[in-house]
């Protein structure tokens, strides 16, 4: 069964230092999105993307933050300059469409941790 | 802004019977309902979704029923198995004039299903 794919597990940073948090979407899917979880927290929407733009973004998403589509596999998010309060499960997803099967299809997260 | 509430952080049923979480949410545009489960260290998986011109859905040994005029819905387990232990979602995507759809989460139901 395909699946998204999200590389590294686990990443750790110094903060003011630049990360960028890999996905491989599933193949078939057109739209692709970022969520993160801080611990004991809800996960939150970043930030969707379709026909290489962004669709939606939250007000989490700031300048900080960009997201790309580098090739036709790869969907990739980077945070230009850490905080302390960037450290979070950062879980990418992916859906065929957004009409009537809007069902998101995660990965299995990168943990990031600001030191 | 908790626009999407589980007010039940756990539940434990007994393995055999149902289990039932619950859901609340106050957005009048959320028109498009599903829930996740996660287990600890993997990213949400989906399991079963519903439109808002629907008021059940069934796959398998999971059912999920929306009360539009209460902004409720339900997923019902049953039977309940000791595999079924895990963080439940409950997440709620609105309609909207844009392509890609976030999705907004509640905190979240640890269920435990004891043998």
């Known amino acids: 069964e395909p699946e998204v794919t999200q590389t590294p597990s686990h990443q750790v940073t110094q903060m003011g230092q630049e990360v960028i948090l890999r996905c491989v979407p599933i193949?078939?899917?057109?739209?692709f999105y970022w969520y993160r979880q801080i611990l004991g927290q809800k996960v939150e929407f970043l930030v969707s993307?379709?026909?290489?733009?962004?669709?939606?973004k939250s007000e989490i998403f700031d300048d900080q933050f960009s997201v790309e589509r580098p090739d036709g596999s790869n969907f990739t998010l980077k945070i230009r300059s850490t905080k302390l309060e960037d450290s979070a499960m950062y879980f990418c997803?992916?859906?065929?469409?957004?009409?009537?099967?809007?069902?998101?299809?995660f990965g299995p997260g990168t943990r990031l941790t600001v030191t | 802004d908790q626009q999407v509430k589980q007010n039940s952080p756990s539940l434990s049923v007994q393995e055999g019977r149902i289990s039932i979480l619950n859901c609340d949410y106050t957005?009048?545009?959320?028109?498009?309902f599903l829930w996740y489960k996660k287990y600890p260290a993997e990213g949400p998986t989906f399991l079963i979704s519903?439109?808002?011109?629907?008021d059940k859905n069934e796959d398998g040994r999971f059912t999920v029923f929306l009360n539009k005029s209460a902004k409720h819905l339900s997923l019902h387990i049953v039977p309940s198995q000791p595999g079924d232990s895990a963080v439940y979602f409950c997440?709620?995507?609105?309609?909207?004039?844009?392509?890609?759809?976030?999705?907004?989460f509640g905190s979240g139901t640890q269920l435990t299903v004891l043998p």
């Open positions: 997803a992916s859906s065929h469409q957004a009409g009537a099967l809007r069902e998101q299809y």
């Open positions: 193949s078939n899917h057109l739209y």
């Open positions: 993307f379709y026909n290489n733009e962004i669709s939606e």
């Open positions: 957005n009048s545009m959320f028109d498009y």
């Open positions: 519903i439109s808002s011109i629907k």
């Open positions: 997440a709620a995507s609105p309609l909207s004039s844009g392509s890609a759809r976030q999705l907004t």
